[in-house]
């Protein structure tokens, strides 16, 4: 006789994944079973629709992804408390949803994100411009890169700017238990857009825990964010306090960079 209780169909496998949604944030982490963990923004169309755009680079573990979103919502909550100026049309500009927003409404950059179009500035997006740069004591000539001492206590240069890296690069984890670890920098207004004679502010994270702060001058010598962040990797991996793990990691991301080139 037929059973009047059969055995439950054994479930399946969930091939689902996890999404992961920061709080009071636009960042959503998620990873598909098989699949690596990625970090995207949140963005709400017309249609009633959400869209989630990709940031950065896929990452081993969903954990990596959820912090790496918690760390940009910090920071780009902390950038938004401060007042900034477009440093192509000086229209008074806020970070709003990562973005650079006028914010002045009775011109007719308010509520943009792009500068309005006039003959000597064709439409872009809005840059922001930072606080001036440290002074620098008198002395000889620098080379293309020289190290600004901050002393042996490491002070958010970030905070003191009330700024966030410009960009920022996540090191790949070697290790199941490997903490997060990321490189960011951030060049600070020096009136060129070819990045001369700049000074760049530099931090080193792993977690929410600042290991390395400070500041590089670049001369004449036009540097990109990227040749800067290698710069910085190459000199953290000759750096003996640093601990040996967070050096391996360093040189396996050197590893995986393209060859650098020579500054413009």
């Given amino acids: 006789m037929p059973s009047q209780n059969p055995s439950p169909t ?21 990873t598909v079973h098989g699949a690596p963990a990625h970090l995207t923004r949140l963005t709400r169309n017309p249609d009633g629709t959400l869209t989630l755009h990709p940031v950065g680079e896929p990452f081993a573990r969903l954990d990596l992804a959820v912090d790496a979103g918690r760390w940009r919502a910090e920071r780009e909550t902390y950038a938004a408390t401060t007042e900034h100026t477009c440093a192509r049309c000086a229209t008074p500009i806020k970070l709003i949803d990562g973005a650079w927003v006028g914010t002045d409404y009775t011109t007719t950059g308010g509520g943009l994100t792009t500068c309005p179009p006039d ?12 606080p001036a740069a440290p002074t620098w004591h008198a002395g000889s000539a620098p080379p293309p890169v020289s190290d600004d001492t901050i002393g ?30 990321r490189l960011g920098v ?35 010598i036009s ?10 990797a190459e000199r953290f991996i000759g750096d003996d306090d640093l601990d040996e793990d967070t050096r391996v990691r360093l040189v396996a991301w050197l590893n995986a960079q393209p060859t650098r080139p020579d500054p413009a």
């Fill in 186 to 220: 951030t060049a600070l207004d020096s009136g060129t857009v070819d990045h001369t004679d700049t000074t760049w502010i530099y931090g080193l994270w792993q977690a929410h825990r600042l290991h390395r702060c400070g500041a590089v001058h670049t001369g004449t």
């Fill in 119 to 130: 003959t000597d500035n064709p439409v872009g997006a809005h840059a922001p411009r930072q």
């Fill in 223 to 232: 540097w990109t964010h990227q040749q800067i962040a290698v710069v910085l």
């Fill in 152 to 181: 042996a206590e490491i002070r958010d240069l970030f905070a003191i700017h009330r700024t966030e890296p410009e960009a920022a690069w996540t090191i790949g984890a070697l290790t199941d238990t490997d903490p997060p670890l």
């Fill in 10 to 30: 054994a479930p399946t496998h969930d091939d689902r994944g996890s999404f992961v949604a920061i709080a009071a944030s636009p960042y959503v982490a998620y």
